[in-house]
């Protein structure tokens, strides 16, 4: 009956949106024979977007490339979708790292180079460049012309040396090499601080992390390790004020197994010349129970995580596995947490639990987790016209992190033997823990229509599947253009196997979503496909 009621919606809305179909481009042998507002591109008069406004690029040359790749952003489709890109040279970079010494000339040292570019096009794809210099300091780079942040960091050093920041390059492609030496300070020059951990009742703390930075979050030492409670750190000449950030050694909340050292970030902000730092650790407890599902069987090899929860100075994270009875037991410390359980993502397997505030307490708190059915639903996808958009339309839903979990995906398909894909009438199937998703929509390449991104919720009905709301693809808009470029003593000549990827913010404005993509042929031409809507980045 629901799907009778989808296919009956899908035949209203191809009905109300009849007038919306696509038309076929005017051919065309030159701009004079389109519109004024349009241009003529391989025999076929292209108009700007209707829509789809201000979008970024990022152009790609093959890695056997002698030409560097292209960040542009505040590319206008309105105007015009005829987008060419010139791709230059790289810089070439080299020089030497020294370190002064206390009497005589520098010394080369191993370092690592990091260039990072200053004002990236795409601000959330920022291009970093690293090179090493060898026993003697020696070293050499290829940087995308614009204007780079330098950071140096001797690697094997007798001492943990503070990273080291130069001036910042800027440069345009030429045949010469600019040459950029770049020289430590000399070790006396370097501020030394000292200070002590302790752990619960005031014992000293070995084998934490310990590192500074300054009020960006822009490492200002190397990290140094505790030993019988102390720490000593090098920061750069004129240091006044530093954040101390204090954890363990791993990922895996730090040694011994069952005393786990938390994360202290921003601690302070210390001077220079304060006292000694000390930092003194909750009391070490245990969180323990089972893993069961909706009929108190245990899950096996289901994960456990655990997560503080508004603890200002400190954080504490980790994760455990579930025992053959699904029995679970986690080396915390005293405090607020959240606890989640997270079966596996197969379709015939339980879902994950809601996430439990646990007030954990020394020396040990019991909490089983209960992890319900997933949850079943089925929708529809549609053409722009609003006519059933057929079978073979890729389809993944990725759940959106919560505060434990990063992303897992649901099952998705027509049927068991169609994963990932629509049926003939655009149908699909949707299996998957019960959260908000970001499910991504790739027709074939062959249809001619864009990628669509939208935001469903799943959620449990009692076992019964539930109908999302219909999907319908957004109209094309074929972006065209050329890539060429000139390598160094060569001719300008289109770049053949470029990969041309577009970009537009996504609704905060922070992110961007990828829209589209096209290849160059062996004429430097390329096709890419982005939707036509206003805000392609709302989910």
Known sequence: MKRLLLLAAVSLCACALRDARITAAAACTSNRQCDPTDVCFLGQCRRGSANLALVAAEVRPPNDSQLAQLQQGSIDLRKTVLQDFALQPPISVAGQVVREQESGPPTGVAAVIVFTDRLPPIPDRVTRVMARSDALGNYSARLPAGSWDVQVQQVQPPELYPPHYGSPLSGTPGPATTVVNLTLPKRSSLIQINGTLSSDGGGPLSG????????????????????????????????????????????????????????????????????????????????????????????????????????????????????ATGAYSLALRAGPYVVEAAPSSAPDAPGVSPELLVQVSAPSTTQNLMCPPKARAFGLVVKPDGSAAGAGIQITATRLPDRLLTTRTAWVGSDAAHPGATDAAGLYHLIGDSGAYRVEVVPPVETGLPRKLVQLD???????ETVLPIIQISPPLEVVGTVHGAAPGARDAPVPGTTVDFFAPDASGLLTIFLGTGLTDAQGRYKAILPDVAHPGAL
């Open 208 to 323: 934490a992390r310990v590192s500074a930075s300054d009020v960006s979050g822009a490492a200002l030492s190397a990290p140094a390790i505790s030993v019988d409670g102390g720490f000593s750190l090098l920061l750069p000449a004129g240091t006044q004020q530093y954040y101390l950030h204090v954890g363990p050694t791993d990922l895996d909340g730090g040694v011994p197994a069952n005393d786990p050292m938390p994360s202290y970030d921003d601690l302070a902000p210390f001077n220079t010349t304060s006292p000694p730092v000390v930092v003194t650790l909750t009391a070490p407890a245990i969180l323990q129970g089972r893993v069961v599902d909706a009929t108190d069987a245990g899950i096996a090899g289901a994960h456990v995580y655990a997560r503080t929860y508004n603890t200002p100075l400190w954080s504490l994270q980790r994760a455990t596995t579930a025992d």
């Open 458 to 464: 799943l959620s449990l009905a009692g076992g019964v």
